[in-house]
């Protein structure tokens, strides 16, 4: 046989076999970040102390935002009062409240 073509046979079959392994290797890095992520989940959860209603109650919120809690463009308003996201005319009418 041709040496260039048993040459490319060759790096076919080491190629097949580095996709086997990576295939065996794919679901337990998977599975890994997996556990890694809910670990830290839990961890942020119990440092949190909060009720696990009051966390239930919360990702339900998240999950299914009401209408009006939302700005007029329908985004979500920014919780750290940095006013991003908020639509400038609802804005300038909070700030003239705090003013007042």
């Given amino acids: 046989m041709n040496q260039r ?18 295939q065996t290797l ?14 830290e989940i839990v961890r942020l959860v119990r440092s949190a102390n909060v009720a696990p209603g009051d966390i239930a109650a919360f990702i339900e919120t998240i999950k299914n935002p009401r209408q009006d809690s939302r700005t007029n463009d ?3 308003p920014c919780a750290d009062n940095s006013g991003e996201g908020i639509p400038p005319e609802i804005r300038k009418e909070a700030t003239d409240k705090n003013e007042e």
């Avoid at 060759?10 to 580095?18: G, H």
């Avoid at 337990?28 to 997996?34: I, Q, S």
């Fill in 5 to 22: 073509i048993q040459k490319v046979i060759d790096e076919i079959e080491r190629t097949k076999a580095k996709i086997a392994e990576l």
């Fill in 26 to 39: 794919l679901p337990e890095l998977e599975r890994k970040k997996t556990d890694l992520e809910n670990t």
């Fill in 74 to 76: 329908g985004r979500m």
